[in-house]
């Protein structure tokens, strides 16, 4: 399968923790995104990359979220003391840059106890 | 700021011909995109059209875009059960595959 993998599917954490998730984009795509969607809603854009830099956070992306890609692979999005407000699914994208295409991948769905 | 709009819930007949309507509010889009999302299930790329076209046929799927009213749609036809999903308007801004702003999503329901 080459499409974009998340991982982990689920995860239910207490308040407070810290959560850690992992995306790996297709292989040639060098631009990754991470949205967040919680339910009933569209995805939210949460932030971008483009190789290894980060180039664009929302200010959804507050400080206890940190996300970070480096080598330019794959992405982690950690989510430092989380808040029942944090559960979500949270997606990852990826395209390459002569292609008008995102592809997202499964998502992650947090749930916040 | 920008803003994608989309109704709520639209029910159909299978066979019936579906059209889901989009409006925005930042005429500055590139691209603007045709998501679906299954129930539990991540977004799977419908089609897109380029913000200097008026129309895309895709097999099914047929995509209008009235720029100066800011309004796209994608229209299904022969309508399937297997269609009934979330379908969400997207729009780019300053490039193809930059950030994308989504719709709300519409509940399509096909009735047997």
């Known amino acids: 399968d080459t499409g974009v993998s998340q991982d982990p599917r689920h995860k239910i954490t207490k308040r407070g923790q810290n959560v850690t998730f992992r995306c790996d984009p297709i292989?040639?795509?060098?631009?990754l995104y991470w949205y967040r969607q919680t339910l009933g809603q569209g995805p939210e854009f949460l932030t971008y990359?483009?190789?290894?830099?980060?180039?664009?956070k929302s200010r959804l992306l507050s400080d206890r979220f940190s996300a970070e890609r480096p080598k330019g692979s794959f992405s982690t999005l950690e989510i430092q003391r989380t808040e029942q407000g944090d559960s979500a699914m949270y997606l990852c994208?990826?395209?390459?840059?002569?292609?008008?295409?995102?592809?997202f991948g499964q998502g992650t769905r947090l749930t916040v106890v | 700021g920008e803003d994608v709009e989309q109704s709520l819930f639209l029910s159909v007949r299978e066979g019936d011909s579906s059209v889901i309507n989009c409006t925005y509010t930042?005429?500055?889009?590139?691209?603007l995109y045709w998501y679906k999302q299954e129930p539990g299930a991540g977004l799977q790329l419908l089609t897109y059209i380029f913000s200097n076209m008026d129309m895309k046929q895709d097999q099914r799927l047929t995509v209008l875009l009235n720029k100066k009213d800011k309004h796209l749609s994608l229209r299904i036809a022969d309508t399937q059960t297997g269609d009934s999903a979330i379908y969400f308007c997207a729009v780019a801004y300053g490039g193809a595959t930059n950030k994308l702003i989504f719709g709300t999503g519409t509940l399509l329901a096909v009735q047997p």
């Open positions: 994208a990826s395209s390459s840059p002569w292609d008008s295409e995102a592809f």
């Open positions: 292989s040639e795509h060098n631009r």
């Open positions: 990359f483009q190789n290894e830099a980060q180039l664009e």
């Open positions: 930042d005429s500055s889009s590139t691209y």
